[in-house]
Structures are given as structure tokens and as C-alpha cells.
């Protein structure tokens, strides 16, 4: 398997775990137990790893020759809490 492909399908479950501890975990704990460092924390990861999958979307589109149909799915999927589990089943 190519290294690229690799690499998004890493990016791509670290992406979503880091979204569902922060609405998960991370959100709870700052509204319920008043401790917001763990969203400052967990939120600048998830942000990283967005961008990085967002890249990484871009770069699948030439190595999978997606439509841009595709690449807006996947795009889109970066912001459901489970899509780029989605993601990487069905497109990757």
C-alpha cells in the first residue's frame, strides 16, 4: 500500500478520535466540572489534525483519482464525528 494512503488512513482516525474526546470528554469537563484546559489541550490537536486531513483529502484526490463530487464527501465527512471512519471504509 502506498505510503500517502498510509498515512491519511493515521491522520484520518487520529482526526476523528480527537473530535469525539473533545465533544465527548473534553466538552463535559469544561461545562459540568469547570476544567477548560482540556479543551485548549485536545482542541489545538484536533485542529492540527484537521488541517492535516483536509491536506491529505487533497492529496488522496490525485492518488485515487476522485471526483470532486468525492473529495467534497470527504471533506464534509471531516465534520461528522464518526465520518472519516466513514471515509476510510468506503473511499480509501
Given at each position: 500500500m502506498n505510503l500517502s494512503i498510509k498515512l491519511f488512513k493515521i491522520i484520518s482516525t487520529l482526526e476523528a478520535l480527537s473530535f469525539l474526546i473533545l465533544l465527548g470528554i473534553a466538552m463535559p469537563l469544561k461545562y459540568i466540572a469547570d476544567l477548560p484546559g482540556f479543551v485548549s489541550i485536545i482542541g489545538m490537536a484536533h485542529g492540527i489534525l484537521f488541517i492535516l486531513y483536509i491536506l491529505g483529502a487533497l492529496v488522496m484526490k490525485k492518488i485515487k483519482k476522485w471526483s470532486i463530487q468525492?473529495?467534497?464527501?470527504?471533506?464534509?465527512?471531516?465534520?461528522?464525528?464518526?465520518?472519516?471512519f466513514y471515509v476510510e471504509r468506503k473511499y480509501v
Open positions: 468525492t473529495l467534497l464527501i470527504v471533506i464534509l465527512c471531516s465534520i461528522l464525528p464518526f465520518g472519516p
